[in-house]
């Protein structure tokens, strides 16, 4: 048994909390080589990059089950629990979300209509975006936690999570201008593969709604 | 003149030398380590630099400051008239030796098991132990010894306090402005200068007299500012090669930063090895003192007389001697395992800590170093300083006060009663 000294010193969560971060937004990254190689109808490539997000994916769980298991009530935190776990929480949203992307077009072999092709990859790059300026948010948990959340290293962080709202709100213009799209092609589409087009448009968009959420609840750490 | 000590007075000096000596080596084998381990865990300082900061300014707390806690042990608890020592005065020699070799023991099982010790807590117990069942409730001086309890509930919330305070203003002067490395060039040399100021002013002001040293007011005040200024120009030279590096601060902004705290963190090491010297070195020498003093006087009890040179020397070598044979290990031990500790928190701890701590050795009080630190710890992490910590420690910290005075109170009386049988 350490000394009093030894012992008296946690493992602190903000590191493990930025490492899943890193990998959930992995998952997002991935899922872009997993839409390009869709658009070519390359499968066998496609199978390949799902299996990789589906791995990043499980490595997410187990450090989030791992972060959990680590932080018993007698740890002292310089900010509530219940706010860390549950922005641990949001973030695992976002590596599930793309794996279930994925997931569902893999096992559809869904094919993008051409002339959609283009606008989802520029709306897919949207979220992407946004994505990343999530793991650059939660990137500064360490200097936060540096300054004591305080002063001006959370006025830096408020004007990130502002560009972060910012971008998800673009997603919201691009998929309404996407949908109105599909909208005029749909008479000509099979209508199953119609109502799965408008799911994967809005599970895209949800990519980027998960991230802003991840700044919101970042905020909520900070404020209390 | 007493007959025992005539006979056997130079055994029991002998006696007393080799028990502190073995009380002392297990202060600098066990105790030192939580002094320094802070240090070494936010890597402001390597293990080596750690042992030779504590050796030199272990001896120096120890022999500078640490007269009024020895004076305490020895003759402030028990009261000499109440004890009938004028009578026996062999009683008081068992009972010193007895409670030497209680504490020493008890540090030693509880260092084998891993079990988290205050050496202070230790004597006292073992000294009020013998005193109360040995010879009789009357014998100890109970308002010492509340206050005494007292304190060691209070330094930990005053360092704990102080180091709240500190940190805060490490906070709002340095981390949460807009060039945080610019103004902690700037300020931390003012901190610097602080460390050597407060350790050298309470230093003076209290302790020097059993070194027959009494300065005036203004002249420690002069020369405690002047051991501030000299640190501050050390320090201000140590921090010329610190530069802002862009890259050292992708990955986490404030690397360059911490770099500086780092510097300041050597000097808040120096002060954390001088007030555990100031403190702890009376665990060891305080009893020695005491049986020094019946022997030399033939039994008979001068009041306050002075602490000899030899003793000081004595204890703080033994610290010196458990360092280097067993508490680099400690130290090394400890420093791998705190690994989320920086600069910017770790000496806001130590400076709090090693402040209280000092104060307390010149006002005569023993308190744990480890506790203090402890406090102060918790109270840069009140200020949502820190990571993580693990509050089960503070009430392992309440259990093992629980479980250490009575246990070093029981140990030290069957010694007891083992000498008043050997030798009377």
């Known amino acids: ?224 | 003149m007493s007959e025992i000590i005539t006979q056997y007075g130079t055994i029991f000096l002998i006696l007393a030398c080799i028990f502190g000596f073995f009380m002392a080596w297990g202060v600098g084998a066990n105790d030192v380590a939580n002094a320094m381990g802070t240090s070494v865990g936010a890597r402001a300082i390597t293990i080596k630099q750690a042992i030779l900061i504590a050796m030199v300014f272990e001896f120096a707390g120890a022999y500078l400051a640490g007269g009024e806690v020895t004076s305490t042990i020895r003759s402030g608890i028990i009261d000499i008239e109440k004890a009938g020592f004028a009578d026996s005065p062999e009683l008081l020699v068992y009972g010193m030796l007895s409670s030497l070799l209680a504490a020493g023991t008890w540090l030693l099982i509880a260092s084998h098991n891993g079990w988290p010790v205050s050496t202070t807590h230790s004597i006292i117990g073992a000294i009020v132990g013998f005193a109360v069942v040995g010879i009789s409730v009357d014998a100890v001086v109970w308002g010492k010894v509340w206050s005494i309890v007292a304190s060691w509930v209070v330094s930990p919330m005053c360092s704990g306090i102080i180091a709240f305070f500190i940190f805060r203003s490490v906070q709002k002067l340095i981390l949460d402005t807009s060039d945080p490395f610019k103004n902690a060039k700037k300020f931390v040399p003012f901190y610097i200068f602080m460390v050597g100021f407060i350790i050298a002013m309470v230093t003076l002001v209290k302790g020097l007299r059993h070194m027959g040293l009494d300065f005036s007011f203004p002249q420690s005040l002069a020369m405690a500012v002047g051991v501030g200024l000299f640190a501050m120009l050390l320090g201000t030279l140590l921090l010329r090669g610190i530069k802002e590096v862009p890259t050292d601060n992708e990955d986490f902004h404030f690397s360059s930063v911490e770099k500086v705290f780092g510097v300041l963190m050597i000097f808040t090491a120096c002060s954390m090895a001088f007030a555990h010297g100031s403190n702890d070195v009376a665990n060891a020498i305080g009893p020695l003192a005491a049986v020094n003093g019946v022997v030399q006087s033939g039994g008979q009890f001068a009041a306050k007389s002075g602490l000899p040179l030899w003793i000081l020397l004595l204890g703080g070598g033994g610290i010196v001697a458990g360092l280097a044979m067993w508490g680099y290990k400690v130290i090394a031990t400890i420093g791998r395992n705190i690994t989320e500790l920086t600069p910017s928190r770790g000496f806001a701890a130590e400076l709090a800590a090693a402040t209280t701590v000092v104060v307390a050795s010149g006002t005569g009080i023993p308190v744990s170093t480890t506790h203090t630190l402890v406090g102060a710890v918790l109270g840069v992490g009140l200020a949502r300083g820190i990571g993580a910590l693990n509050l089960n420690v503070v009430g392992r910290i309440f259990v093992s006060w629980v479980v250490t005075l009575p246990v070093g109170a029981s140990i030290s009386i069957v010694f007891f009663f083992l000498f008043k049988a050997i030798f009377s």
């Open chain 1, 1 to 224: 048994m350490p000394t009093p000294i030894s012992a008296l010193f946690g493992r602190s969560p903000i590191r493990p909390i930025q490492e899943h971060m890193a990998i959930a937004h992995e998952c997002v990254e991935l899922l872009g080589r997993f839409l390009e190689a869709s658009f070519i109808k390359d499968w066998d490539t496609a199978l390949l990059i799902q299996q990789k997000i589906s791995d990043s994916e499980n490595n997410a769980d187990d450090l989030k089950s791992d972060v959990r298991a680590k932080l018993p009530k007698s740890l002292f935190l310089p900010v509530p629990r219940t706010d860390l776990l549950e922005l641990l929480s949001t973030q695992d949203k976002l590596a599930d979300k793309a794996k279930d992307i994925a997931g569902l077009m893999l096992g559809r072999k869904m094919e993008i209509p051409e002339s959609l092709v283009e606008r989802v990859r520029e709306y897919y790059e949207e979220s992407r975006q946004a994505s990343k300026q999530a793991l650059k948010v939660i990137n500064e948990l360490d200097e936060l936690l540096e300054t004591g959340f305080r002063g001006k290293e959370v006025e830096l962080v408020e004007g990130l999570i502002a560009e972060l709202d910012e971008l998800e709100h673009q997603t919201d213009v691009s998929q309404i201008k996407l949908r109105a799209k599909l909208f005029e092609l749909e008479g000509s589409l099979p209508p199953v593969n119609v109502m799965f087009l408008y799911k994967i448009i809005d599970q895209i968009g949800d990519l980027a709604d998960i991230s802003e959420n991840i700044g919101g609840r970042l905020l909520l750490l900070i404020a209390r």
